[in-house]
């Protein structure tokens, strides 16, 4: 019976700079899943470094020791949208029964299969079979490998165990973990972390986001469907603020992870900085603090309006300095707003906004201040008066000793 061949690369270094690029539309998938950072990437030629692209590796011109064609489904065409096609309980290669789908975006899928070899669940993304999607990841890969070659411990970023092309499309293997902070808060009604909890989360999150910064990497994606829960365990507590009388009894709970454990993912608009390239700002203290995102918006003005809201006027010297991109934004010197408001709606989603330090008080009954400080410092509009990372993780708010007592 004829063998399939099937190209695996694992546990093997690569040590490349990924290539700047533009942002694809994949970056921002329609469903957020994630895609993950790791270390034992293959070793294979630097795509990236050298400009060449994937596609002359195909299903076809290599084989791997112990893949046979008898362990894989039919051939099937991809969808007209280049999404591998499968069915549940099928094999990926003879090493990995499929078990369910966790997910979909705009640059693929991820499913949960079984690891016959290692014995273990893992989590495979599977890039959509397009020329663009193929050369990303690929470029990605150099990436995670960058992150992982110096993340030695893997605490983090997510394992990933390896990679391998398939039916043309790139298959990347993590190991599996528990759900997002935005999976997690959406099932739990989108009730708020506990002040210590989100302590804990935005301590390991500044960690990770200064190690990335010392290797000169800019995640620029950093939000709550990006950082993972290393244990999908959680426990019941009363909760009774905020319920009304009509509401069922199981309402008075909600839940809370055991482990506040978590691990960034989502590396693929990662980019190097450059002392020219402005950066957003991340608010995931804010979001897991109130429960939901602090700007729910994708309107640009109204979402200009919701930060002024919350943090207060846009500065004067940064208003002036606008460029034509930006222009439409602003009249008379100031965010023209309510004026150029699209509707009686949006306006009314701004208003509804509570400025940073209330919002902050109606959550938090001790360390509010130092909260309320620390989220300021994050947040400022000017990137050189904002805080770095480092500087936050030395800020009072993770530091008092009495926080913790």
């Not at 299903?59 to 999404?83: C, I, M, Q, T, Y």
């Not at 006027?313 to 208003?319: I, K, R, S």
């Not at 909260?371 to 000017?382: A, C, E, S």
Request: hydrophobic content about 35%; some cysteine; overall charge positive.
């Amino acid at each position: 019976m004829e063998m399939e061949r099937v190209t695996e690369f694992p546990q093997a270094h690569l040590d490349h700079r990924p290539r700047k690029r533009v942002r694809l539309g994949w970056d921002v998938p329609q469903v957020q899943v994630g895609i993950f950072c790791g270390q034992e990437v293959g070793n294979v030629t630097s795509y990236a470094s050298s400009g060449a692209t994937p596609d002359h590796i195909t299903s076809s011109s290599l084989f791997v020791k112990g893949v046979a064609r008898n362990g894989s489904p039919p051939w099937r065409e991809d969808d007209k949208d280049g999404h591998y096609m499968f069915a549940i309980g099928e094999n990926l290669t003879s090493r990995y029964k499929i078990q369910s789908k966790m997910g979909e975006g705009t640059f693929g899928q991820v499913l949960e299969c079984w690891d016959r070899e290692r014995k273990e669940m893992v989590a495979i993304k599977i890039v959509r079979g397009i020329k663009k999607y193929r050369e990303a990841a690929m470029i990605e890969i150099e990436v995670l490998q960058q992150l992982g070659k110096h993340d030695k411990g893997g605490n983090r970023c997510v394992q990933i165990r390896n990679w391998f092309d398939y039916r043309n499309h790139i298959c990347i293997v993590f190991e599996k973990l528990g759900p997002s902070l935005y999976d997690f808060l959406r099932k739990n009604n989108y009730r708020s972390f506990p002040i210590d909890l989100v302590r804990e989360i935005g301590r390991q999150l500044l960690e990770c986001v200064a190690f990335m910064h010392d290797l000169r990497l800019i995640h620029t994606d950093l939000k709550p469907e990006n950082i993972l829960l290393v244990s999908a365990d959680y426990i019941k507590v009363l909760d009774y603020k905020g319920l009304s009388r009509s509401q069922k009894e199981s309402s008075y709970f909600k839940r809370v992870p055991k482990s506040s454990a978590i691990k960034v993912i989502d590396f693929g608009s990662t980019t190097y900085e450059r002392q020219d390239q402005n950066y957003i700002t991340f608010y995931n203290s804010a979001t897991a603090l109130q429960g939901e995102a602090l700007f729910q918006t994708h309107e640009n003005l109204e979402h200009l309006a919701m930060m002024e809201r919350v943090l207060g006027p846009l500065p004067q010297h940064m208003l002036k300095r606008v460029n034509r991109h930006g222009e439409k934004y602003i009249r008379r010197g100031r965010l023209d707003w309510p004026e150029g408001a699209t509707s009686r709606e949006s306006i009314k989603a701004v208003l509804k906004l509570h400025r940073l330090q209330n919002l902050v008080m109606q959550h938090v009954d001790h360390s509010a201040g130092d909260l309320i400080h620390l989220l300021q410092g994050l947040l400022r509009y000017d990137p050189s008066d904002r805080l770095t990372a480092r500087e936050a993780l030395r800020h009072p708010f993770f530091t008092r000793d009495h926080l913790r007592g």
